[in-house]
């Protein structure tokens, strides 16, 4: 059974950081491509960052445009965890955030991409 569980969210001033992990469990963690998206109340849940698996062929990480240079998502396969530091944190990156997992590769940047989901952890970022 597939599990991915983020933590780390809370609540922090504008202009500051936050570190989000998701751990995995029950898929061979190294070769799926792991992404974050986030869901903001009344908009659709939006693409934030996504990291290749081992078997992505060149493949690098992808950010959406309102979260580059300032998130970083990286990963350790080792204890089959994603991460995504978030720094100068605004008040527009209030949302909760979802990590997810597909068992495939190349730019995939869309939630219909990918197959399993956690729960989400919220994120508030006061002005």
């Known amino acids: 059974q597939v599990q991915l569980v983020e933590s780390g969210g809370g609540l922090v001033q504008a202009g500051g950081s936050l570190r989000l992990s998701c751990a995995a469990s029950?898929?061979?963690?190294?070769?799926?491509?792991m992404g974050w998206f986030r869901q903001a109340p009344g908009q659709e849940r939006a693409f934030v960052a996504e990291?290749?698996?081992?078997?992505?062929?060149?493949?690098?990480?992808q950010y959406s445009d309102s979260v580059k240079g300032r998130f970083t998502i990286s990963r350790d396969n080792a204890k089959n965890t994603v991460y995504l530091q978030m720094d100068s944190l605004k008040p527009e990156d209030t949302a909760v955030y979802y990590c997810?997992?597909?068992?495939?590769?190349?730019?995939?940047?869309?939630?219909?991409?990918?197959?399993?989901w956690g729960q989400g952890t919220q994120v508030t970022v006061s002005s």
């Open positions: 990291v290749p698996g081992i078997s992505s062929r060149g493949g690098t990480t």
């Open positions: 997810a997992a597909a068992p495939w590769g190349g730019i995939l940047a869309s939630e219909k991409n990918y197959r399993y």
């Open positions: 029950g898929v061979t963690f190294s070769v799926y491509t």
